[in-house]
């Protein structure tokens, strides 16, 4: 039989040449498609387009806004301000100075409230911002110095390391006194200010020096030479501003300078810190975008006037989220005028006495009184002492003057110069009195105040039940003694009772309910059974930790 291998190796040859033959006339067009999309030298043909008209920049102008005409005549007078802190030796409380040679370092004081949050003064005071936000805030926690010209991260700590830190201020005075914040300022070993008009380079500006700071407001004056008069903005009225009224920001976040924003008051009269040291802190809150390094800059109304220094914000991501606040240019006239005084300081008057705002509705009823201040404790030996003035003394007036509030009589107080008298309106057992004080310098009232703060001696545990929630003992002589009455310590509180919901905590010694002494055992369980579902029960409590903090008011509705 003749073989079948020819055939096959024909075949299988016919095969491979009808495909060779296909690739070939596929790669014949792809070729002539590529040719005539592209020129001889492989490069892309040129569409045509002799059709298109060229642009050109037009000739017209858009007349300049209001913000922008406020941005040109202030910017000049805003300026950027950038503090340098030395590295430190701990161990030794020494600092190097720019020579190498050690000098001391003064101990910082503690800044926290002597009075626990549970009482304002207005003659007394606690610290002011000082570096970290209020207890229990924890959106404004460190505020003052993170948010605004606090460490930058990586530039060293407390412990050693050069430290850098960013803010702004705006000159007022020809001569260059400049108004900024105290927290931008006040850690600083040097501290430098660039002017708009001082060219951009690395160096850090011209040299400044402190004249004067006030804590309680966070307000710093500083000065530079200057051998000729320097821009300056001007001061408005911040009482006449209004909620929705157009505000401008103007400083250097993230050292960007001369930064513009704008928004609107979002409300004033803001009190962002608790107890004392919110006590001349009322700000104005804007939605103005500020972030950190604007701290210090100026807020301006529409008229190109200042009417706050930019201060804090409120945040959760360590940067701007439509809540600003400035400090009122009312009250920063008043601060700058002492802080260039002789005197360099800020003085202010005080009476002596401790109370407490927001008191219960109930406290009100059982002591018979709606506007005014219930004394909460008062400076052995201060002026309102030597007046006799006394705990649970309502005052309602100041020279005649109805006194609404624990607010206004701060302001009215402070206000005072020392050495001047007041004539004090009160109200004692339901009886209308009155006696004048001598106002003292608020500072020496508070530094004789808390040197008489002393820690309370260990007691029993012996503890009652009863009806109120609370388990309770009498309080040893030794306690009696210090705290000047007699009296029921706290032991227990039962969570969600009366008393958790008053806010009483073990420790506290109850004094009188509804005003009847609880000096023993046997006298505050009768008092406690004479109470009934519906009626108003208000505590007189003292903390012997702090006995000078006076009394307390807590009370409500009985359920």
């Not at 708009?196 to 004067?212: N, Q, Y």
């Not at 004539?423 to 500072?443: E, N, S, W």
Request: net charge negative; glycine share 12%.
């Amino acid at each position: 039989m003749p073989s079948l291998r020819p055939t096959f190796d024909r075949l299988r040859a016919r095969r491979l040449t009808s495909t060779f033959a296909i690739l070939a006339a596929v790669s014949i067009a792809i070729l002539v498609g590529s040719y005539a999309a592209h020129g001889v030298h492989g490069q892309e043909k040129q569409a045509d387009t002799s059709d298109a008209t060229p642009l050109k920049v037009p000739n017209s102008s858009v007349a300049p806004n209001a913000f922008a005409q406020i941005a040109k005549q202030v910017g000049p007078a805003v300026v950027n301000i950038n503090t340098r802190t030395l590295p430190k030796d701990v161990s030794n409380h020494k600092r190097m100075n720019p020579h190498g040679r050690a000098i001391p370092v003064p101990q910082q004081p503690d800044d926290d409230d002597q009075d626990g949050g549970q009482g304002q003064d207005p003659g007394q005071g606690g610290a002011g911002p000082g570096g970290a936000g209020p207890g229990g805030q924890g959106n404004f926690q460190d505020f003052f110095n993170r948010f605004f010209g606090g460490q930058v991260p990586g530039e060293g700590d407390d412990q050693g390391g050069e430290r850098d830190s960013l803010g702004s201020g705006f000159i007022v005075d020809p001569k260059g006194y400049i108004i900024t914040n105290n927290h931008v300022v006040e850690k600083a070993d040097e501290i430098y200010v660039k002017l708009s008009t001082d060219p951009d380079s690395t160096d850090l500006g011209r040299k400044a020096h402190v004249i004067g700071v006030d804590k309680a407001t966070d307000l710093a004056v500083i000065k530079i030479d200057t051998d000729k008069p320097l821009p300056t903005v001007k001061l408005g009225n911040s009482e006449g501003t209004a909620v929705g009224d157009w505000v401008i920001a103007i400083g250097s976040p993230f050292t960007l300078s001369q930064t513009v924003t704008a928004g609107i008051i979002s409300a004033k009269n803001r009190t962002i810190e608790p107890g004392v040291a919110g006590q001349f802190q009322h700000f104005i809150q804007t939605d103005a975008a500020i972030n950190p390094g604007n701290s210090g800059g100026p807020l301006l109304n529409m008229n190109s006037e200042v009417i706050g220094v930019n201060t804090a914000i409120y945040t959760q991501s360590s940067g701007y989220q439509g809540i600003g606040f400035a400090m009122p240019s009312n009250t920063v006239v008043q601060v700058y005028n002492d802080l260039i005084s002789p005197s360099h300081k800020v003085t202010r008057g005080a009476i002596g006495i401790s109370f407490r705002e927001g008191l219960s509705s109930a406290v009100g009823r059982m002591y018979g009184f709606k506007g005014g201040v219930l004394v909460q404790a008062v400076a052995p030996g201060g002026p309102s002492d030597k007046a006799g003035l006394k705990p649970r003394d309502i005052i309602i007036s100041i020279d005649g003057r109805p006194i609404k509030d624990g607010n206004d009589l701060v302001e009215e107080i402070a206000n005072r110069h020392p050495g001047s008298t007041a004539r004090i309106g009160y109200v004692r057992d339901g009886k209308q009195a009155d006696t004048t004080v001598t106002i003292a310098d608020r500072d020496k009232v508070t530094q004789e105040q808390e040197a008489e703060d002393q820690e309370p001696p260990a007691g029993d545990h012996d503890s009652a039940q009863n009806k109120l929630g609370l388990a309770v003992r009498e309080i040893t002589p030794a306690t009696a003694q210090k705290l000047g009455t007699g009296g029921v310590v706290i032991q227990t509180v039962r969570p969600g009772s009366f008393a958790d919901q008053q806010g009483l905590e073990p420790g506290l010694v109850i004094t009188r309910i509804n005003k009847q002494p609880t000096t023993s055992r046997e006298q505050f369980d009768k008092v406690v059974e004479g109470l009934k579902s519906g009626q108003d029960v208000v505590f007189e409590i003292m903390d012997p930790k702090r006995p000078t903090s006076g009394i307390n008011f807590p009370g409500g509705t009985l359920p």
